[in-house]
């Protein structure tokens, strides 16, 4: 199984990013994904998650607004969509999968992608 994260880049503030998760070895319509972010230093913090048919997803409180994720199980790719950005949500951002319903835990995920990078700077 790979889960495949890119789309992070440098960005100003205020800017948009859209985040990728592309899946393989896996039948990703039987897996919630989440969204995870850490700061070198800090806990790990779950952004957003998306349930298997995508008809339910649920946001941090620090992201609500501006974040949104979905999914193209066609595709098996799983998107963040980033706008408004904030130099707070300067972090590594990680995909990742689990069975059944949807989950911000780190623990309930089965499955983790390398991450990748997203700077907020002026």
């Known amino acids: 199984v790979q889960l495949q994260a890119s789309g992070g880049g440098l960005v100003q503030p205020g800017d948009s990013l859209r985040l990728s998760c592309a899946a393989s070895g896996l039948m990703v319509e039987n897996y919630a994904f989440a969204w995870f972010r850490q700061v070198l230093g800090n806990e790990r913090e779950g952004v957003a998650c998306i349930s298997r048919g995508g008809g339910t997803t649920y946001y941090a409180d620090s992201v609500k607004g501006r974040f949104t994720v979905a999914r193209d199980n066609a595709a098996s790719t799983v998107y963040l969509q980033m706008n408004s950005l904030k130099r707070e949500d300067t972090a590594i951002y990680y995909c990742?999968?689990?069975?059944?319903?949807?989950?911000?835990?780190?623990?309930?995920?089965?499955?983790w992608g390398k991450g990748t990078q997203v700077t907020v700077s002026s």
């Open positions: 990742a999968a689990k069975n059944y319903g949807c989950s911000m835990i780190g623990n309930d995920m089965k499955y």
